[in-house]
T-cell receptor, first 117, second 112 residues
Framework: GAVVSQHPSRVICKSGTSVKIECRSLDFQATTMFWYRQFPKKSLMLMATSNEGSKATYEQGVEKDKFLINHASLTLSTLTVTSAHPEDSSFYIC?????????????FGPGTRLTVT | KQEVTQIPAALSVPEGENLVLNCSFTDSAIYNLQWFRQDPGKGLTSLLLIQSSQREQTSGRLNASLDKSSGRSTLYIAASQPGDSATYLCAALGFGNEKLTFGTGTRLTIIP
């Protein structure tokens, strides 16, 4: 149980285009989902906290207009990288907190590798 | 602001040896501390979660300890195997907020 999926797993896009990444909790509901970014050989950096039905909370230094987050249901959050540039190339990982588990657990997706050419 | 550090950044040991990975955090007001494993190009696999009221957790060959007062956690791996080769990350969940702060990671290589 507690499986989180991400789609796509890999995406290559041209500079200036937008890319949408989906994060789904497959067998549980999650009011809160998190989006992380990981540069090569670096740790995960929290980008934003996504709450179902409300606006996402972004970490300092993360551009809200570039990284659009939508949490439309209890099982789906999306991250859209708008007008992508090569410096946006990274590994993006989402996590989801089950609705009935409080602070104790976050379940992580397998990640999405974004390459902007 | 919480800062989580892991030392060493990389470690290579022969198969069969026991080893310890270290994690330190600057703010002891944590709700829990979690250890993850990450294989190259993959997502995170949760290994052990220690609540702030606990001192250690065990799962198979893995044992994680937590000392909040000193801001340290260790992950002990017994009888290491080549399949244990991966990057190990620790993460602290801040008390009063929902945010996980990740450490810098230790890249472990087990030599057959």
């Amino acid at each position: 149980g507690a499986v989180v999926s991400q789609h796509p797993s890999r995406v290559i896009c041209k500079s200036g285009t937008s890319v949408k990444i989906e994060c789904r909790s497959l067998d549980f509901q999650a009011t809160t989902m998190f989006w992380y970014r990981q540069f090569p050989k670096k740790s995960l950096m929290l980008m934003a906290t996504s709450n179902e039905g409300s606006k996402a909370t972004y970490e300092q230094g993360v551009e809200k207009d570039k990284f659009l987050i939508n949490h439309a249901s209890l099982t789906l959050s999306t991250l859209t990288v708008t007008s992508a540039h090569p410096e946006d190339s990274s590994f993006y990982i989402c996590s989801a907190r089950p609705i009935d588990r409080g602070f104790l657990e976050q379940y992580f997706g397998p990640g999405t590798r974004l390459t902007v050419t | 602001k919480q800062e989580v550090t892991q030392i060493p950044a990389a470690l290579s040991v022969p198969e069969g040896e026991n080893l310890v990975l270290n994690c330190s955090f600057t703010d002891s007001a944590i709700y829990n501390l979690q250890w993850f494993r990450q294989d190259p190009g993959k997502g995170l696999t949760s290994l052990l979660l220690i609540q702030s009221s606990q001192r250690e957790q065990t799962s198979g060959r893995l044992n994680a300890s937590l000392d909040k007062s000193s801001g340290r956690s260790t992950l002990y791996i017994a009888a290491s195997q080549p399949g244990d080769s991966a990057t190990y990350l620790c993460a602290a969940l801040g008390f009063g907020n929902e945010k996980l702060t990740f450490g810098t990671g230790t890249r472990l290589t087990i030599i057959p």
